[in-house]
């Protein structure tokens, strides 16, 4: 059988088990395609292995794959060991949530036009497997970037990410509970942090559940920390400085709670929502507003 065969072949077969494209990928083809190529180590601009037949053990080793896809909802990215996040290739794994987030676009567009000048001092908080933080020191190379999460797990996973490009001159791990082992002033705070109330997670579909709760779950409907972060953020920040932070679908409901904040909320050329920016003043002005 050729390339092009079993991955047609395999996207037939995922989409008549209705699995669920959320971490990485939108439909089964596309998924096919990052599963097999990937597993095969293809490059995914290597159109020319399309038709190059595959051998038994190839074929062996994918049916595993495809297995635990289908059977055990696995995110493709937890099978291959590998995510791609602006651009960037990272290690992943179970200890830290899959990179999936629309900030990366931002990284690409180096965050304009919120910041005045480039960065010399960027918090990655919330980091998980460290690949905001990773992807912004890879584009703005004068950067310092400290990696901060609660989980010892995710740090270890940013760790081997960190030493995949060679950065432990600029990239650091903190494990800290949001700010509580942070120390200084940043230009720029981003942070994807656990945003899903309970009864959400409840309701999600199975390849979530795969993923650690920890990086997922926050109380409040999901608000206690994006909350304690707009709390405390300022005291963190230089005098020019910005917190960029992603809320997902949670957007509509902390609008809400702070319709006197004029929260800023980013659009995206590739699709997502629910990450705002606010600049240190604004964070200062309404500090109130946060608790």
């Not at 929260?263 to 050329?269: N, Y």
Request: proline share 4%; net charge negative; charged share 25%.
């Amino acid at each position: 059988m050729k390339i092009q065969q079993y991955i047609e072949q395999t996207a037939k077969r995922m989409l008549k088990h209705d699995l669920f494209y959320g971490h990485g990928t939108d439909n089964p083809l596309d998924e096919a395609v990052y599963l097999i190529y990937t597993s095969l180590g293809i490059d995914f601009a290597d159109g020319d292995q399309d038709n190059r037949v595959l051998t038994d053990s190839e074929i062996s080793v994918l049916e595993r794959a495809v297995n635990s896809r289908i059977e055990h909802r696995l995110p493709v990215a937890y099978i291959v060991g590998k995510a791609w996040f602006a651009g960037y290739a990272f290690y992943c794994d179970e200890r830290a949530l899959v990179p999936r987030s629309p900030i990366a676009e931002l990284i690409r567009n180096r965050f304009e036009p919120l910041l005045s000048s480039d960065p010399l001092r960027i918090l990655d908080l919330c980091a998980g497997g460290g690949s905001i933080g990773i992807a912004s020191a890879l584009e703005f190379a004068d950067s310092q970037v400290d990696l901060a999460d609660i989980s010892v797990e995710a740090l270890a996973l940013a760790a081997d990410n960190i030493a995949l490009y060679d950065l432990a001159d600029r990239v650091t791990t903190l494990q800290s509970d949001l700010f509580t082992a942070v120390d200084g002033k940043y230009d720029l705070i981003v942070s994807n942090p656990p945003y899903v109330s309970q009864q959400e997670y409840d309701e999600l579909p199975d390849e979530f559940l795969h993923e650690p709760a920890l990086g997922l779950i926050s109380e409040d409907e999901g608000l206690e920390l994006p909350l304690r972060i707009m709390r405390e953020a300022a005291d963190y920040l230089n005098e020019a400085g910005v917190l960029v932070m992603e809320v997902g679908y949670s957007n509509e409901l902390l609008a809400q709670r702070l319709e006197k904040v004029p929260l800023l909320w980013l659009q995206f050329d590739q699709g997502g929502e629910g990450v705002l920016a606010l600049t240190v003043s604004q964070l200062q002005q309404y500090r109130e507003c946060f608790k």
